[in-house]
């Protein structure tokens, strides 16, 4: 199963989302160090609307997210953008 793939199953399962993208950046972030060639999963962006991050500080919604792929960073995912929303805010996406 790719990175990806891991990461929207377990954000489907925690959160049940309404709406969800994971978006694999890693090209976009080629060469920004030495080990760092823009291939493999190592950069993701996530979108997630969910009933769950009701009431939720934007930085509980992070916590939230992060130490849930918590095995994902173990295994050699580097960096992960988060846009986290409950239904009815406004996104940028």
């Given at each position: 199963m790719s990175v990806r793939s891991a990461i929207e199953a377990k954000l489907v399962d925690a959160f049940h989302p309404e709406r969800l993208a994971?978006?694999?950046?890693?090209?976009?972030?080629?060469?920004h160090?030495?080990?760092?060639?823009?291939?493999?999963?190592?950069?993701?962006?996530?979108?997630?609307v969910a009933d769950a991050f009701s009431g939720m500080s934007r930085v509980a919604r992070h916590r939230a997210i992060t130490d849930l792929l918590k095995p994902e960073f173990d295994a050699g995912l580097h960096a992960l953008a988060i846009e986290a929303a409950a239904p009815g805010e406004e996104t940028r996406w």
């Open positions: 994971v978006l694999d950046e890693s090209m976009q972030h080629a060469g160090q030495p080990d760092m060639t823009g291939s493999g999963e190592t950069h993701m962006r996530i979108r997630i």
